[in-house]
């Protein structure tokens, strides 16, 4: 990929373009739904409704990591740690246009507090940059090895007969593994205590509120 070369200014306009497309507008995958071969299957509301929960949650993950990693790309020293997270969060962009997707098939929207969460991921994501790249990485691999393990709880709490939703997330979570794997090649730090009990707790609190909000 070509090196992009963008002034101060340009770089802020790009950020606030990409935070307005990923809480308000529509983004658009570059890869088919996995969902695409999967029968719908009427759930009963419960089911539906707790489908929804999920998706919500996994929706508002991949909100989250979009603004993560352009508030560290924003901070990040090195030309090619940037490209990294750039092009990690574009791959990311496939996985929000499908949990939107699956949340209008179930017949639910997106959480209300997205922007309030783009903003708080943001904030966090430029203060790990600027404690240096290799902070940067390490918080990536810690980001998507806790994302890929909550995508594994929901793999077992999703109604049986949503193999629609489940076929999205066992793409992402695959997705999600090769992030973290290659965020370590590039150099990742190991993250101190207590930093990924924060991250863990922070992630807790925005499960509970997102499954309903
Ligand atoms: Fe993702
Ligand atoms: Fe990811």
Known sequence: MATRSLSPLDRILSDVQRALDTVAGAPLAQRPNPAGDHAEIVLDEDERRHAAGLMRINHVGEVCAQALYCGQAAVARDGTTREHLLDAAQEETDHLA?????????DSRPSLL??????GSYAIGALAGLRGDGWNLGFVVETERQV?????????S???????????????????ARHADSAEQAGARILPMPVPTLMAAASKLMKSVAYRI
């Open 98 to 106: 499908w949990c939107a997707d699956r949340l209008r098939e179930l």
């Open 114 to 119: 997205n922007p309030i969460w783009y903003a």
């Open 148 to 156: 890929e393990a909550h995508i594994d709880e929901h793999l077992q």
């Open 158 to 176: 999703l109604p049986a007969a949503d193999a629609r939703s489940r076929a999205i997330l066992q793409v992402m979570k695959v997705d999600e």
